[in-house]
């Protein structure tokens, strides 16, 4: 089972869908998630962390459910702008201070049409 | 305030050169990792520094491939004697040393072995 695993897609969806990415993760000593941006040919962006409580930014919502060991990314009212692919990032380290042990998973691919 | 700085952006070599890679972690930032994307795929940690230390190169290939990042100046990824399947976006990123926010990704060199 590899350690962090996204549905690659593509999700095609239609602009002002609401669309959802899950992304489950295997080490239950993982400490802290992020979710990143990445468009075509360009480097990863920090889309936002993920918080137990579950936080939310704008239009993009972030959950976190350790006891299923799986996080989510919700975007409401999709612009063609959201076009990318997504990525789920783990750290798995004890420490949660070490970055080093940040796992990617391999990206959900999103299509927002007109 | 400069971000994470990559150069070249764009790199040529042919099979049997050697490829130099460079990477100005952001200010403040004393741990780079390099990561490797080969088209279609996603990323693959190569290796992790801190100033005049290798920390974790489990990601790196055995042979060919080093990475070094000295008390003044950038890190560097070397690759010697490059063959067609080294061509890849190589991204560099940066932390602090004890943040837990995830990484800040320069743009990438995009090397390609003719």
């Known amino acids: 089972r590899k350690e962090v695993e996204q549905d690659p897609g593509p999700f095609n969806v239609p602009e002002g869908a609401t669309v959802a990415f899950n992304c489950t993760y295997s080490?239950?000593?993982?400490?802290?998630f992020f979710w990143y941006r990445q468009d075509c040919r360009k480097e990863p962006k920090l889309l936002m962390s993920?918080?137990?409580?579950?936080n939310e930014d704008g239009r993009f919502t972030a959950q976190l459910n350790r006891a299923s060991q799986y996080i989510s990314l919700l975007i409401r009212d999709s612009k063609l702008s959201d076009s990318a692919t997504y990525l789920c990032?783990?750290?798995?380290?004890?420490?949660?201070?070490?970055?080093?042990?940040?796992?990617w998973g391999l990206g959900t691919s999103l299509a927002v049409n007109p | 305030n400069a971000g994470v700085m990559q150069n070249p952006r764009h790199l040529v070599r042919r099979r049997g050169q050697e490829a130099r890679l460079r990477c100005s972690p952001m200010?403040?930032?004393?741990?780079v990792y390099w990561y490797r994307q080969l088209p279609e795929e996603g990323l693959k940690f190569m290796v992790y520094?801190?100033?005049?230390?290798?920390?974790?190169e489990s990601g790196m290939p055995k042979e060919r491939f080093s990475a070094e990042f000295p008390k003044e100046g950038p890190s560097i990824l070397r690759i010697q004697q490059v063959v067609r399947g080294d061509s890849a976006a190589y991204f560099c990123?940066?932390?602090?040393?004890?943040?837990?926010?995830?990484?800040?990704f320069g743009s990438g060199t995009r090397l390609t072995v003719v």
């Open positions: 520094l801190q100033k005049e230390n290798i920390i974790d």
């Open positions: 990123a940066s932390s602090p040393p004890t943040a837990n926010y995830g990484y800040t």
């Open positions: 080490n239950s000593a993982s400490q802290s």
């Open positions: 990032v783990v750290n798995i380290s004890p420490n949660a201070g070490n970055n080093r042990k940040l796992i």
């Open positions: 993920v918080y137990s409580s579950g």
């Open positions: 200010k403040g930032h004393s741990h």
